[in-house]
């Protein structure tokens, strides 16, 4: 028979053992992982961030995080014998992830990051130790992999242009070498056709050396020639060759360029048709608003459903750069008087456009390092949850230029819409944008 002491003792011990098993679990929402035969972690979410814990009673600031951590997993990602953290986020469509790896020297963990790129559904395939397959969506990838030093290099890419203008549905992967050299750039369409001539539409077709606006040359192709596309750039570059006498040249050619002659956008007031307007930018203020609106002085409705604004910059030297900035979505204006839009009032004339396509400061992301503007993507069935986009190319120079607006709808017979002429400065005042 067990004494009322020894009843007490037991029972003390039992709700010991209870409270401090409620309040390990407590602790922590995630389980306790191993690292190696030494080593258990454990992955907290704090005020300050996330923070790991070690076995041996050491804790380990990992990041702030503005995503909130979902699942916990560890694989060998670098393939050096120790288990390293993968911090999984199921917030939005996209699974985006943290990589942490383990520095066995220093029991402390040091985070995989690749420039200008988030790890999001992730692929690790044990069967392919140290090697990491990050999706953008369905048919757009990064592969990257480790080097002996177990270094990050980037093996792949596999990346998808879709200009519905042009009828261009292609398709690139490109392999990379261990130092970052281009091995080999493939190309193809999605029904596996040959990759189709492009005839030029434009009066004047400006080359370029590289892609890049910095990289213009004096060279023009003429209306009606034929170009065979090899590779992509981003969204807004096209490798070709074509003739010339009797050889076959290589450059680069801009896909804004395919669709407007840049020699021939000007602004033109149209008081019975439709009109673009700008705003001026800065208006004696030293922050930049970037403020545009579509009037329709015609006597019917005007509807555009694939319409896209682009920026058109000329620099001192009457040097011209176009660049497409995003689509407008859906668009449905009445018909309008110009009397109607230039109202004075007691405190000078006022304006009343039929439809403010913009009204947003120009604003300065110091993670991406780049001028942005605010826009609402979910309106055009943009899933991407950044809602910015880029306001200037990333080789722009600094100086002085002429700013004006382009609208386009590749749907419509409508020529190209070219707004007023503005001024700005380059680089801009640098405000930051509050992501909170």
């Known amino acids: 028979m067990i004494s009322s002491t020894a009843y007490k003792k037991l029972l003390g011990l039992l709700l010991y053992s209870f409270v401090t098993n409620v309040n390990t679990r407590a602790q922590s929402r995630f389980p306790t992982l191993e690292v190696n035969e030494t080593f258990s972690v454990t992955v907290d979410e704090t005020k300050k961030g996330i923070v790991a814990k070690l076995n041996n009673n050491e804790t ?9 951590l979902s699942f916990i997993e560890t694989y060998d990602v670098n393939n050096d ?30 985070e ?10 992730l692929i690790i395939n044990e069967q392919e130790p140290g090697m990491i397959i990050s999706y ?3 048919q757009e990838w990064f592969k990257f992999g480790f080097n002996k030093q177990s270094e990050l290099y980037r093996s792949g890419e596999s990346r998808v242009l879709n200009e519905q203008q042009l009828a261009l549905y292609l398709y690139q992967i490109r392999m990379y070498n261990l130092d970052g050299s281009v091995k080999s750039i493939k190309l193809e369409t999605f029904e596996n056709e040959n990759t189709p001539l492009l005839e030029v539409q434009v009066a004047r077709l400006r080359l370029y050396d590289e892609p890049g606006y910095h990289a213009g040359s004096n060279i023009y192709l003429e209306k009606g020639a034929f170009l065979e596309i090899t590779a992509f750039e981003g969204k807004e570059w096209l490798k070709i ?10 450059r680069w050619v801009n896909i804004s360029e395919l669709k407007m002659d840049i020699s021939k956008l000007q602004y033109v007031e149209d008081n019975k048709g439709l009109n673009l307007v700008m705003m001026d930018p800065q208006n004696g203020n030293e922050n930049f608003y970037f403020c545009i609106a579509l009037n329709n002085y015609s006597n019917n409705v005007f509807e555009s459903y694939y319409g896209k604004i682009y920026i058109l910059l000329e620099n001192e030297n009457g040097n011209k750069l176009l660049y497409p900035l995003y689509n407008t979505g859906d668009l449905k204006l009445p018909p309008q008087k110009p009397k109607d839009t230039n109202v004075n009032k007691a405190g000078g004339k006022w304006f009343k456009p039929g439809a ?77 944008i509050d992501k909170k």
Do not use: C
Request: glycine content about 2%; proline content about 4%; aromatic content about 14%.
């Open 112 to 121: 995989l990051t690749y420039p200008d790129h988030e790890f999001s559904n």
């Open 136 to 138: 953008i969506n369905g």
């Open 81 to 110: 014998g120790h288990m390293d953290l993968v911090l999984n986020s199921e917030e939005h469509q996209s699974n985006h992830a943290l990589i942490f790896l383990f520095e066995p020297k220093s029991s402390s963990y040091r």
């Open 356 to 432: 403010v396509l913009d009204d947003n400061m120009v604003q300065w992301d110091a993670e991406k390092k780049q001028f942005v503007i605010f826009h609402d993507k979910s309106k055009h069935n943009d899933m991407d949850e950044y809602s910015y986009v880029s306001f200037f190319p990333d080789d722009l120079s600094a100086g002085k230029y002429k700013i004006s607006t382009v609208f386009m709808d590749s749907e419509s017979q409508q020529k190209p819409l070219v707004s007023n002429k503005q001024e700005l400065k380059f680089p801009l005042k640098k405000v930051l």
């Open 241 to 250: 060759k074509y003739k010339y006498a009797k050889e076959t040249l290589e």
């Open 60 to 68: 380990l600031f990992l990041k702030k995080w503005k995503r909130k």
